[in-house]
């Protein structure tokens, strides 16, 4: 259901108005990609499997690993002094009890690094 003004504005001269397109099945528009970079994100290896590195530049001082992807791929780890871990958000806090020494390779550069 229409109102008068836009029956109006659809009417010239008392017809209505047909708009024209040429459409001939393709466009020649190019489809925008949806993915989007991510720059926080690095892929690295560690103890040669793939992982997601995440870039965070409010944790200072410490290197951290996910402790299922220790699990997960057996890495060895040992147990350390509890450390608290204090994150940029408010009242968020962390105990570190555990640590591992991996090798970490960053597309071509490698080194050891204890997380």
Same mark, same amino acid.
């Given at each position: 259901?229409?109102? +008068?003004?836009?029956?109006?504005? %659809? #009417?010239?001269? =008392?017809?209505?108005? @047909?708009?024209?397109?040429?459409?001939?099945?393709?466009?020649?528009?190019?489809?925008?990609?949806?993915?989007?970079?991510?720059?926080?994100?690095?892929?690295?290896?560690?103890?040669?499997?793939? +992982?997601?590195?995440?870039?965070? %530049? #409010?944790?200072? =001082?410490?290197?951290? @690993?996910?402790?299922?992807?220790?699990?997960?791929?057996?890495?060895?780890?040992?147990?350390?002094?509890?450390?608290?871990?204090?994150?940029?958000?408010?009242?968020?806090?962390?105990?570190?009890?555990?640590?591992?020494?991996?090798?970490?390779?960053?597309? =071509?550069?490698?080194?050891?690094?204890?997380?």
């Amino acid at each position: 259901m229409r109102t +008068a003004a836009q029956v109006q504005s %659809l #009417q010239h001269n =008392g017809k209505p108005v @047909i708009a024209k397109y040429n459409y001939k099945g393709k466009t020649k528009a190019k489809p925008q990609s949806t993915k989007e970079l991510n720059y926080s994100r690095v892929r690295v290896k560690v103890n040669s499997h793939p +992982a997601l590195a995440l870039v965070d %530049l #409010q944790t200072t =001082g410490v290197d951290l @690993i996910n402790a299922q992807f220790v699990h997960l791929y057996s890495l060895p780890s040992y147990g350390i002094d509890k450390n608290s871990l204090n994150t940029a958000i408010n009242l968020s806090k962390g105990v570190i009890e555990k640590a591992s020494d991996v090798q970490m390779d960053y597309g =071509g550069y490698a080194e050891t690094r204890t997380l």
